[in-house]
């Protein structure tokens, strides 16, 4: 048996992406070396039949942490703001895990091979979305052109999840932290520390994005040892665009030296007359080549 996996989270709407990303994962050789674990948060009856003849696991997700039904109306996909800080749980004969969202897919496996080597001594593996390109870090209300109102998400969030301040301003101006894509060791401090900020985020603030607010506090408060990798890794695609490499056929960073991108993420969407991107596989946008051109191109996996 492998003792690495790659873990993702998905429910009925997402399971064409979640497809998507496991094709990704299987057209790389070296995924003969990982295995895929699926947490299912509303999947139907037939598309658990289909993953489970591709996948390594396919486990139900539960509700780790106790969360009040008015604040979830049954809405199953929620859950993956909770259980993937459990992940050892639900598959403990594993040492090393890698998680992907299930709207992000592999363009390159060196960034699952950083991922796995990152985690490494109990370190967190994870990247900042913050990189070249990017204009704005955090956005600041202006009053009478002197006293600034800070509206940062890390900010907004744990205020609204009850953060006291000390904490809150130290998260203020932190570069974000997306835990869409992560790894870590079965054995790292870092769960524990992870699902104790979670629990506290939970009781308070909304579930959705609360498993986020509770790495940054890991992170940035309660300094868990982690390994920051680059923007390539973990390219969040509504936050700056990519260029394609026709040469190459493949996406890549949009400055130099233009390298190419581990992992596509279409987090938070991409959106075009209404349409999202993640929803429909028709939804085009217009990027640029390495050339200067521009053309319509989609950004999810296998999609010319």
């Not at 870092?190 to 979670?198: A, F, M």
Request: net charge positive.
């Amino acid at each position: 048996m492998n003792s690495n996996a790659i873990v993702t989270l998905a429910d009925s709407n997402y399971f064409e992406l979640l497809e998507e990303l496991i094709k990704s994962i299987k057209i790389h050789d070296q995924s003969k070396n990982i295995s895929i674990c699926v947490l299912d948060a509303g999947l139907t009856e037939q598309q658990v039949k289909i993953l489970k003849e591709k996948v390594y696991s396919v486990k139900k997700a539960e509700w780790d942490i106790k969360v009040p039904g008015y604040k979830v109306l049954k809405k199953e996909w929620l859950k993956s703001q909770v259980s993937r800080a459990f992940i050892p749980k639900y598959f403990p004969e594993f040492e090393k895990y890698l998680w992907i969202d299930c709207d992000a897919w592999v363009n390159s496996w060196s960034a699952v091979e950083l991922y796995f080597k990152a985690c490494e001594h109990g370190k967190l593996g994870i990247t900042q979305s913050i990189g070249p390109g990017y204009r704005i870090m955090s956005k600041v209300k202006w009053l009478l052109g002197k006293v600034a109102i800070i509206k940062s998400q890390n900010y907004k969030h744990a205020k609204a999840s009850g953060i006291d301040d000390e904490i809150s301003r130290k998260l203020a101006f932190a570069p974000h932290i997306n835990i869409g894509v992560f790894s870590l060791e079965k054995n790292s401090k870092c769960w524990s520390i992870w699902q104790k900020n979670l629990e506290k985020t939970l009781s308070k603030g909304k579930v959705f994005g609360s498993e986020g607010l509770a790495i940054n506090i890991a992170v940035y408060h309660d300094n868990v040892d982690v390994e920051f990798l680059p923007l390539k890794c973990n390219w969040i695609t509504s936050h700056l665009l990519p260029k394609y490499d026709t040469n190459k056929n493949t996406f890549v960073e949009p400055y130099l030296p233009n390298e190419t991108i581990g992992i596509i993420h279409l987090a938070a969407g991409i959106w075009k007359n209404n349409k999202d991107m993640r929803l429909n596989k028709d939804v085009k946008v217009e990027i640029k080549t390495l050339e200067g051109k521009k053309i319509d191109k989609s950004l999810r996996y296998g999609i010319k």
